[in-house]
Each structure stands twice: as structure tokens, then as C-alpha cells.
């Protein structure tokens, strides 16, 4: 079992920044990869960012040169530092930890973005 727990979330402007934190608890020497997910209202689920072990990361198109994922071993903790950020980020974001029997997900953290 893993526990995700994700922070930082909230209301900006168009053009802020936020970052989000997921402190992984459980079983974390098992987890291949941890990513974000976001989900706005009436929309699927999509993949913002992932990164694996050795550091190789993932974005999607709609957010590369302006999210940064990141991961600190040391705090079991994996980062997404979003900048320039525009209403269509709005939705509610989700870690997610990979196994390699299971995928586990945090409970979501709002990001609302004011226009």
C-alpha cells in the first residue's frame, strides 16, 4: 500500500504560480514512477507530468515550458511548480504512484486560475 498526500493548491491569477506537493508514505521503495493528473469539470482525466526513477520525465504538450515536476527522494516527496498559469489549468490536480502490480492516487487538490 501507498498513501498519497497532495498540498498546495488554491486560487490565482492568470499568469501566477503555484506549487503542488505529494508526500508518498507505505511502501515507496517499490514505486517506479510518480506522476500529476488533472480533472476539470466534464472532462477525462489527463496526464500533466510524470517522472520515473532516474529522473526521466513527462509533460503534456499544454503545459511544457511552464510545469516543472520534480521528486526529493529524501522527503519521499514529488513536486509540481507551475508557472504562467491560464484558466484552462483549472481543474482538480491528482498524484499518482506506480507499482508494479498497482497504481495508487491521492485525494486531488483544487487549482483554480482567475482570468
Known amino acids: 500500500q501507498v498513501q498519497l498526500v497532495e498540498s498546495g493548491g488554491g486560487l490565482v491569477q492568470a499568469g501566477g504560480s503555484l506549487k503542488l506537493s505529494c508526500v508518498a508514505s507505505?511502501?515507496?521503495?517499490?514505486?517506479?514512477?510518480m506522476g500529476w493528473y488533472r480533472q476539470a469539470p466534464g472532462e477525462q482525466r489527463e496526464l500533466v507530468a510524470s517522472?520515473?526513477?532516474?529522473?526521466?520525465?513527462n509533460y503534456a504538450d499544454s503545459v511544457k515550458g511552464r510545469f516543472t515536476i520534480s521528486r526529493d527522494y529524501a522527503k519521499n516527496t514529488v513536486y509540481l511548480q507551475m508557472n504562467s498559469l491560464k484558466p484552462e489549468d483549472t481543474a482538480v490536480y491528482y498524484c499518482?504512484?506506480?507499482?508494479?502490480?498497482?497504481?495508487?492516487w491521492g485525494q486531488g487538490t483544487q487549482v483554480t486560475v482567475s482570468s
Open positions: 499518482n504512484a506506480r507499482l508494479p502490480l498497482n497504481t495508487y
Open positions: 517522472i520515473a526513477t532516474g529522473g526521466i520525465t
Open positions: 507505505g511502501r515507496i521503495f517499490s514505486i517506479n514512477a
